[in-house]
């Protein structure tokens, strides 16, 4: 029997089943930017149209704005858009520095800040982010002589071909069963508050954290870094993605810095060996493709990869490997160390208020699926929500290895305890049925979110009797 077998043989079986569903995604992915580049290399050659085809696939095919037609139509209206202005933004960086960091640390502003006006909002906010970052390896986008459009209209095309090698891909996988069919998206409600203009809501706030770290970066790196500036605007950048928290910024910088250390090293190992263009080119893409597939697995390795893939971008120049091996470890510890301060100290935003946020929305999820007045009572909403509860969980978990000696309370175990509720409440509510016990279990544990102390006990007696 298989719960006979050695404890560590069950958990490689489970981590290896883990990575069959990435694997297929990650796949169908660089297909789908491989297709995108080959085209856009035909109409546009160059590194910098290559790079930017690459890119927009990339974050096509997570932010997966091609779930359907509505989707596909913003994409065709925001993505052409956001190359357009990110081009404008390189071509101010390259002739006028300070003018275009000026311009892209107001678009990376908006990129987080747009996520506070609901859900498309929220996804061309996602798009807006990568096109951008790709200025900070490929500043300018140089056409070779003999391509067959303008300059100007190279980001727009590239863009609409990204879509559609992405949609095709998409949804050719999903007609033959490669990839589950997505969910339909579920609206969330978004609280309604008055923002005090002494104290922003957190979404604003995160912004505002963003844009100071870039501003930071930007500073320093014109200042000391004269032509290695990228690598500190690019870690401040990264680990300020996806904010949750200071405790999310902190936990992002610390495997950024480790996953880049180890990313740059193995870039100057293989710089060795690749002699010529094409070689570069099928590293960088090897480099993308483990960084998608093991994603999942930890933001570590995407680290990794990513920085290699810039790495082998960037080249070594003339310079000896060891010695730029140091400067980029340098520049990528100063970038992590600014952006970490600048989620300390403007404006912070507690890790633990934005878990206890999404510990409430998921019990009032469950609740309204149980509700006997509900005339239409489905788990996706309370699905949706664990699902987020489980994005932000590492940072917790790993705080927890080093604080349990001294420190009762562990937020971790808020979050374990009520994703163990997630297979017997999704049955409850498919089923169909209302329990009095389980309503008043959750109602006990809405009421604890006011009192942290008591919110372990509350969502162990939720999962007990729905156990029960």
Not at 338 to 366: E, K, Q, Y
């Amino acid at each position: 029997m298989s719960n006979d077998l050695p404890f560590w043989i069950r958990m490689t079986r489970l981590e290896a089943s883990a990575l069959v569903q990435p694997l297929v995604e990650a796949v169908i992915t660089m297909l789908a930017s491989i297709a995108t580049l080959l085209c856009t290399w035909v109409i546009a050659p160059g590194p910098g149209p290559a790079v930017l085809a690459v890119v927009l696939s990339l974050s096509l095919s997570r932010s997966h704005m091609d779930r359907d037609l509505r989707g596909r139509l913003e994409a065709v209206v925001v993505l052409p858009l956001v190359a357009f202005v990110a081009m404008g933004v390189g071509l101010l960086l390259r002739h006028a520095p300070w003018m275009g960091a000026t311009a892209f640390v107001v678009g990376m502003f908006l990129s987080v800040w747009l996520r506070r006006f609901g859900s498309m909002a929220r996804r061309a906010a996602g798009v807006i982010a990568l096109p951008f970052v790709t200025l900070l390896t490929v500043p300018h986008v140089r056409v070779a002589s003999g391509a067959a459009i303008p300059t100007w209209l190279v980001p727009v095309l590239v863009a609409l071909l990204a879509l559609l090698w992405v949609t095709v891909c998409h949804v050719s996988a999903r007609r033959l069963k490669l990839l589950p069919p997505l969910p339909a998206p579920v609206v969330m409600p978004t609280p309604q508050k008055q923002e005090s203009s002494l104290r922003p809501d957190a979404t604003t706030r995160m912004a505002i954290q963003m844009a100071v770290a870039l501003a930071l970066s930007f500073a320093v790196g014109y200042a000391f870094f004269a032509e290695r500036w990228a690598w500190i605007v690019l870690t401040a950048f990264i680990v300020h993605s996806g904010n949750r928290g200071r405790l999310d910024v902190a936990y992002k910088s610390g495997l950024r810095v480790l996953g880049a250390a180890a990313g740059t090293v193995l870039a100057m190992t293989l710089t060795f060996h690749a002699d010529n263009p094409a070689t570069t080119g099928v590293l960088i893409l090897t480099a993308l493709f483990f960084g998608v597939w093991l994603r999942p697995l930890g933001y570590a390795w995407w680290a990794l990869f990513v920085t290699l893939a810039l790495a082998l971008l960037q080249g070594f120049d003339a310079q000896p490997p060891s010695t730029l091996l140091w400067q980029r470890l340098e520049e990528i510890v100063i970038g992590a160390v600014i952006g970490l301060a600048s989620a300390w100290f403007v404006w912070p935003v507690r890790s633990t208020d934005v878990l206890r946020r999404r510990l409430a929305d998921a019990l009032a999820a469950m609740a309204e699926a149980m509700d006997p007045a509900m005339a239409e009572r489905t788990p996706a909403r309370l699905a949706s929500s664990l699902d987020q509860i489980q994005d932000m969980a590492a940072p917790f978990r790993a705080s927890r290895r080093f604080t349990r000696r001294f420190r009762a309370m562990q937020p971790a175990d808020w979050v374990d305890t009520l994703l163990a509720c997630r297979t017997p409440a999704i049955d409850v509510i498919t089923r169909g049925e209302t329990p009095g016990r389980v309503r008043q279990a959750i109602g006990a544990a809405r009421k604890a979110l006011r009192e942290p102390e008591s919110l372990l006990p509350a969502l162990q007696q939720l999962r007990q009797t729905l156990d029960a």
